[in-house]
């Protein structure tokens, strides 16, 4: 199913679902761009009757979400008008709360980034001091926006966590927090809706497409995000994408998360002595169990040891792909460095519902 520009989702002519028919549009808008479409275009594109779409295009005009794009060529009629997204009407926040940093982006529905504010940050301060942070760099960034078009803001954090509850578990190294209700605590001082998930979910959140792709996140630590077809998985106990805490030797040196010879531990401690390509191999070959199990399309990498050095772990975790192909004349899964950060993806939380797609 292709999300990314509305096609393969079917309108419903029931008054009930007027919501789900106003995000297809929307949808389909977005994918546009400036040039926009017409409302024959967009009947035909949902399956809505022309009624309903002209239903649908003027309420949304009103709201300001959609303005006119200007005349399309005539068919033998009169011109007909065109309708297009009308980016700067709404926005999102996206937030990410690493342990040593915090990024705050203001995203317009164009998914252009329009504010940022970057900082430094002690996760290990504690959950009323890191709140507090969070809040000043959200007032940060939306300086001069309108209260009233906010869709709200995505908070993401290390975890383990519990994205329905929006409640924190013991992050690896950072115990204290462990059933922190992070997302009760933002949205009462915020007074928007709040989406509190983990940073590599997010990361897959930005990554689209429609196939099964994973994200790997290497910063502070080590983690994944996965997409299965097209859609974000988290687990039944949110506890999905933990790829960080693998053993690759049986034995080997003590990870902050307790257990001996973890990817994490390998992959940061070569990072920490300068071996840039040895990280990047360990990286590699902790991929490769990852795409034999899921049978990934892609493997996108991320995260700030990432760009320092991204076409070396590129090559690094390329090279072990092709290396450990199960079946050597398959074409292994594509290697590519994300697109946007994490706090973009944070964003993408509250931006995907909007548009009709899952968080």
């Excluded at 039944?236 to 805490?245: P, Q, T, Y």
Aim: glycine share 16%.
């Amino acid at each position: 199913m292709n999300r990314g520009n509305g096609e393969g989702r079917g309108g419903v002519n029931l008054p009930a679902l007027r919501g789900h028919n106003d995000a297809l549009v929307l949808d389909l808008l977005r994918g546009a761009g400036p040039a926009g479409l017409g409302r024959a275009e967009l009947a035909g594109r949902t399956g809505l009757t022309p009624q309903a779409v002209s239903k649908i295009t003027a309420r949304l005009r009103a709201e300001g979400l959609v303005a006119e794009a200007g005349r399309g060529a005539s068919t033998g009629g009169k011109p007909r008008t065109l309708l297009r997204l009308v980016p700067q009407a709404r926005y999102a926040v996206g937030v990410h709360a690493d342990r040593d940093e915090l990024r705050a982006v203001r995203v317009d529905l164009a998914g252009l980034v329009v504010g940022e504010w970057r900082g430094p940050l002690d996760f290990g301060a504690g959950p009323d001091a890191v709140v507090d942070a969070v809040v000043r760099a959200v007032a940060r960034v939306t300086d001069g926006a309108r209260p009233e078009s906010s869709l709200g803001v995505g908070v993401v954090a290390p975890g383990p966590l519990d994205w329905r509850a929006g409640v924190l578990g013991r992050v690896t190294g950072f115990p204290g927090w462990e059933g922190f209700a992070l997302r009760e605590a933002l949205s009462g001082r915020l007074g928007v809706p709040v989406v509190v998930d983990k940073d590599t979910n997010a990361g897959a959140a930005i990554a689209g497409g429609s196939g099964t792709s994973v994200y790997l996140h290497v910063g502070t630590g080590l983690g994944a995000g996965l997409r299965l077809d097209g859609e974000v998985y988290r687990g039944a106990r949110s506890a999905a994408g933990e790829f960080g805490h693998q053993v690759l030797q049986l034995d080997g040196p003590l990870c902050r998360c307790g257990g001996r010879g973890c990817v994490e531990v390998l992959c940061l401690a070569a990072v920490a002595r300068g071996d840039v390509a040895e990280a990047a191999r360990i990286l590699g070959e902790a991929a490769a169990n990852l795409v034999a199990l899921l049978d990934v399309d892609r493997v996108l990498l991320g995260g700030r040891v990432v760009a320092s050095a991204p076409e070396v772990f590129a090559a690094g975790v390329r090279a072990a792909l092709t290396a450990r192909a199960l079946v050597p004349t398959t074409t292994p899964a594509t290697v590519a460095l994300a697109e946007g950060g994490v706090a973009e993806g944070a964003a993408q939380l509250l931006l995907r519902p909007f548009f009709g797609s899952s968080a």
